[in-house]
């Protein structure tokens, strides 16, 4: 048997996103500041604006190390300080000015804001147990309702998107909010992917079509460096 006459071979690809895609990193920012019992976050437009601890200054730190090499074109945060903060050792490092896209802030959480969630949830009160019982953040008083939220991220991602076609961007963002993200790329549940840990780096594709999970939760570069504990998810 000749080449020519050999039966055609159809070999398996790796994946290569589409042409006009967008590549986004987003990565959770690093551990920020403990709440205390009886005092508030400083707040920015009503969100709790708490500056990273040392744990997560030196998240940021290896963050930067990972993906410094991962071929980042742009670089987003929010106006939220921890993402700032987090970003900033890769800023430095690659020499790229961040940009700022205010709709992926974390979701609001209303009367529980500057805080005061994360002792709710620490305390296991009962509105906090419906929260995750339901999956849904607007059970707290005041907090954001859930089609404001998706929407206002879902637009968030899509300008980005649009901005930076045939691009990587590193997008600097929040715990509720990449669970947003990756739940509405999966069609899941909505709290399905709700813990992503700080300094975690997840990835989607997105085209105008749909957005594609690449990895999600990513810490590798947290295991040898930092010993990681347990984050609230807010």
Request: negative net charge; hydrophobic residues 40%.
């Amino acid at each position: 048997m000749t080449d020519d006459d050999a039966p055609r071979q159809y070999r398996q690809h790796r994946f290569a996103p589409p042409p006009g895609a967008t590549e986004l990193l987003l990565v959770r920012h690093g551990e920020s500041e403990p709440a205390v019992a009886g005092e508030s976050f400083p707040l920015v437009d009503g969100h709790g604006d708490p500056a990273l601890s040392t744990t997560g200054q030196e998240q940021a730190r290896l963050v930067s190390e990972r993906l410094a090499g991962e071929g980042v074109d742009a670089i987003y945060v929010t106006t939220l300080r921890r993402t700032a903060e987090t970003a900033a050792p890769l800023v430095e490092r690659l020499g790229i000015e961040p940009a700022v896209e205010a709709d992926l802030r974390e979701v609001h959480l209303g009367d529980w804001e500057g805080g005061l969630y994360r002792q709710k949830v620490a305390e296991g009160d009962p509105v906090a147990l419906r929260m995750w019982s339901e999956e849904r953040w607007d059970v707290i008083p005041g907090a954001e309702p859930a089609d404001h939220f998706a929407a206002r991220v879902r637009a968030g991602v899509e300008r980005i998107a649009a901005a930076h076609p045939d691009q990587r961007v590193a997008v600097f963002t929040h715990g509720g909010v990449i669970g947003q993200i990756i739940r509405e790329a999966a069609a899941s549940r909505p709290f399905a992917f709700i813990g992503a840990d700080n300094a975690s780096i997840s990835h989607i594709v997105v085209t105008k079509e749909r957005w594609i999970i690449r990895r999600f939760n990513d810490t590798t570069h947290l295991r040898y460096g930092l010993t990681v504990h347990a984050a609230p998810l807010i």
